[in-house]
């Protein structure tokens, strides 16, 4: 048990990040007292450079997909199944031609492999780390098919302009990702090119938080 009076309890990589953050050093048994008559506000998510001292990994990538003739593009972020990580989608943009459909779908990550052939890794966007490691552990998958694999649709944009490309901002995210999980964006119409942007962080399942 804990010998601070009063003590209050928390997660060990919360714990752990306020301890580091505040300068008050290790934390006996993940507790803590920052005063008894005042009432201090630390919110540890809301700097992202905090997000190294919980152990999470703030992600990046774009991934353009050429046209194919009779066959619809698409841009997935897959969380591998044997990963062991939660990946939590923070935005999604993509960019169309005028008057295209983009559609926001959610796969199994056995359907986008069977689907998208190509693939590529994230990039970090906070270098810090053992190694100065530069690339995520979840999967950027691309590529074209006659038709949207098999998944449940979240939401779907269109660009009106009329003569010109724009930006499509997806309101879905945020987005949680367990093992085995992705997130795609297709175009709707066939023989159309796509760009598309994923932003996300990425950390290890806590135990009971992927049953």
């Known amino acids: 048990m804990s010998s601070l009076h ?15 953050f505040t300068g008050l050093g290790p934390l ?8 008894e008559t005042l009432t201090p506000v630390v919110d540890a ?18 991934r353009f997909q050429a046209a194919v003739v009779a066959e619809l593009c698409g841009v997935a972020l897959v969380n591998p199944a044997t990963s062991g990580l939660l990946v939590i989608v923070e935005g999604i943009s993509s960019i169309t031609a005028a008057g295209d459909i983009h559609q926001v779908y959610m796969h199994l ?5 069977g689907t998208l052939d190509s693939s590529s890794l994230g990039s970090r966007r906070d270098r ?7 690339v995520s552990r979840a999967v950027v998958r691309y590529g074209t098919d006659a038709a949207v694999s098999t998944g449940s649709i979240l939401e779907q944009r269109r660009d009106n ?17 367990n093992p085995g999980v992705a997130v795609a964006v297709w175009n709707a119409a066939t023989n159309t090119q796509v760009y598309v942007n994923f932003k996300w962080r990425e950390r290890l399942a806590r135990p009971g938080e992927n049953p």
């Open 6 to 20: 009063n003590a209050l309890d928390y997660g060990p990589e919360i714990g752990r990040s306020l301890g580091r």
């Open 28 to 35: 006996e048994e993940g507790t803590i007292r920052l005063g």
């Open 45 to 62: 998510f809301a700097l992202p450079e905090l997000s190294f001292l919980r152990n999470e990994t703030l992600c990046a990538y774009s």
């Open 109 to 113: 990550d056995s359907d986008i492999i």
């Open 128 to 134: 810090r780390g053992t190694g100065a490691p530069t």
């Open 161 to 177: 302009a009329a003569a010109t490309a724009g930006m499509l901002t997806f309101q879905a995210p945020p987005i949680v990702l």
